[in-house]
């Protein structure tokens, strides 16, 4: 079974700028989950998505958004890009939502000039 | 405040030895505690998962154990190896919102041959 792939890889943008972000679960999987991690801050929890519903957010603001698609990918998407949103974006993936195991995508590494 | 906490100082340890990793946490109440593997540009990988009326779990070469009353978890690998060498997070739901983790910032571990 292929693993969650995330594209793009790697990201360089300037501040005011948005980025869209995509993962691909695990076939089968129904819950995506996005976190932000930066060395200072470990991983931060941003949203849950399951069967196209967001199920769960965390404390970031609104320019950070995410959407699920029928087929269970999901996007993530940042607008007016601040410096302080340079960071290694990671999706998750599991079979249901309240299914504790994770399984983690390689990750998209953005960086803000 | 919430806090959850790792040792800040990496790890390291002679190959064949027990690595003992901590994971302590503040005003939480988990439900459950999860422990990952992270390699140098990879996502995290789901190691195991202890619950709050468990004290202990094994799986293989590995062991966690679980003291809610200390508010601690302790990460064990045994007959440890230079491939054991990555940073473990630890991570915890708080009561009420079993998808939202909150994680640790990480050890990181070094097995020397």
């Known amino acids: 079974k292929a693993g969650v792939t995330q594209t793009p890889r790697y990201l360089i943008k300037t501040r005011g700028q948005q980025v869209t972000l995509s993962c691909s679960p695990i076939s089968g999987h129904r819950s995506v989950s996005w976190y932000q991690q930066t060395p200072g801050q470990g991983l931060q929890f941003l949203f849950e998505?399951?069967?196209?519903?967001?199920?769960n957010k965390g404390n970031f603001p609104g320019r950070f958004s995410g959407r699920q698609f029928s087929n269970s990918r999901s996007e993530m998407n940042v607008s007016t890009l601040e410096l302080g949103d340079s960071a290694l974006y990671l999706c998750?993936?599991?079979?249901?939502?309240?299914?504790?195991?994770?399984?983690f995508g390689p990750g998209t590494r953005l960086t803000v000039t | 405040s919430q806090k959850i906490e790792q040792n800040s100082e990496a790890l390291n340890i002679q190959e064949g030895k027990t690595a003992t990793l901590t994971c302590n946490y503040t005003n939480y109440s988990p439900a459950y505690l999860q422990w990952y593997r992270q390699d140098p540009g990879r996502g995290p990988v789901f190691l195991l998962l202890i619950r709050e009326n468990e004290k202990e779990k094994r799986k293989e070469r590995l062991k966690v154990t679980f003291d809610t009353t200390l508010k601690q978890s302790l990460f064990h690998i045994t007959a440890s190896q230079p491939a054991d060498s990555a940073t473990y997070l630890c991570?915890?739901?708080?009561?009420?919102?079993?998808?939202?983790?909150?994680w640790g910032l990480g050890t990181s571990l070094a097995v020397n041959p």
């Open positions: 998505y399951f069967s196209e519903t967001q199920r």
């Open positions: 998750a993936s599991s079979l249901n939502s309240g299914t504790y195991e994770q399984y």
């Open positions: 991570a915890l739901n708080n009561a009420g919102n079993n998808r939202k983790l909150i």
